[in-house]
């Protein structure tokens, strides 16, 4: 589910493996491979400075329960976050004051940064750098200058960040809300006005499309068959034979229609060459698979057909 790796992540992997006398428990492991999955955005070293400060962060109970059972492409969200360990630890030791239940952070932490058009000198927040006087945003000084939608959901976002949280921004017609994993698996919108189906840019997923790509997959976990879905979505890259290939994709449909990845991929080899007609009909099948995922739907029909 990580995506293409990048050119630094194993080396990275190898480095924090062989740091921690080649033994990593599975939390460390998923962390470890998040950490290399980030270097295609932060340079190696910063990989490594952050993994320490979360594997630290983990053993010391200072992340939220997520933690315990995050993937390696979650982790590589946290790691991708602009916060510097500064930040990051100031922010920790910020919530920890507040006894905040981690299932009521994503609307709790908004309540962090006020929601202030003008600073207190009078400067629009629309004057951009001159509204924070020029100062480095973090998010300490979000707290004590605030800002706007944007301030909110890329602060509260942040502060996610710091208790180990995968969240990140996204936007909506004429506002920026943020997504965030809940303790029960499940991903949220936070500062929310426009729902799912609404919700358009800020992905910072392994794979290409919508944002709700993200509750798609959560979908998939939930369904049937999730894990023997995604085998059969592996393996279809490992036949030369395309008879195979297509077998193997429909079959990873069929066992869990949420299977978005098998869906762009067979869909986009059947696409190869076919009249708009029978495109039609490809597309009349995923909206069957997935009736309530309108942006997936409409994304398949855009890009994929």
């Known amino acids: 589910l990580s995506g293409a790796a990048g050119k630094q992540t194993l080396s990275i992997f190898y480095r924090i493996w062989n740091a921690n006398n080649k033994t990593l428990r599975p939390v460390e492991t998923s962390m470890a491979l998040g950490a290399g999955l980030a270097s295609n955005v ?66 709790k932490f908004m309540g962090f940064i006020p929601y202030r058009r003008k600073n207190l000198q009078g400067v629009s927040v629309h004057a951009g750098a001159a509204f924070y006087d020029h100062k480095p945003v973090t998010l300490k000084l979000y707290t004590e200058y605030g800002g706007v939608c944007g301030a909110v959901s890329k602060g509260a976002a942040g502060f996610l960040r710091a208790k180990g ?30 729902g799912w189906n609404w919700a358009n840019g800020g992905n910072k997923l392994p794979w290409k499309g919508p944002v709700q790509i993200i509750s798609a997959l959560c979908a998939f976990w939930q369904g049937p068959q999730a894990r023997e879905s995604s085998l059969m979505y592996d393996l279809s890259f490992y036949s030369r034979n395309p008879q195979h290939v297509e077998l193997l994709l429909q079959e990873a449909c069929r066992a869990n229609p949420y299977n978005y990845p098998a869906w762009a991929r067979y869909l986009g080899i059947k696409a190869g060459g076919a009249a708009d007609k029978k495109k039609l009909e490809y597309l009349i099948q995923f909206s069957k698979a997935m009736p309530r995922e309108h942006n997936l739907i409409d994304y398949v029909a855009g890009h994929v057909l």
């Open 165 to 194: 949280v995968p969240a990140y921004p996204i936007g909506q017609p004429g506002h920026c809300a943020f997504i965030w994993k809940h303790p029960k698996g499940q991903w949220l919108i936070g500062n929310n006005i426009g």
């Open 42 to 107: 932060i340079p190696p070293e910063e990989c490594l400075s952050k993994f320490n400060f979360y594997r630290e962060s983990y053993f010391q109970s200072a992340c939220h329960p997520q933690a315990d059972t995050m993937q390696p492409w979650e982790w590589a969200i946290v790691f991708r976050g602009r916060e510097s360990l500064e930040d990051l630890s100031w922010a920790q030791q910020f919530i920890e004051k507040k006894q905040i239940p981690p299932e009521q952070a994503g609307n």
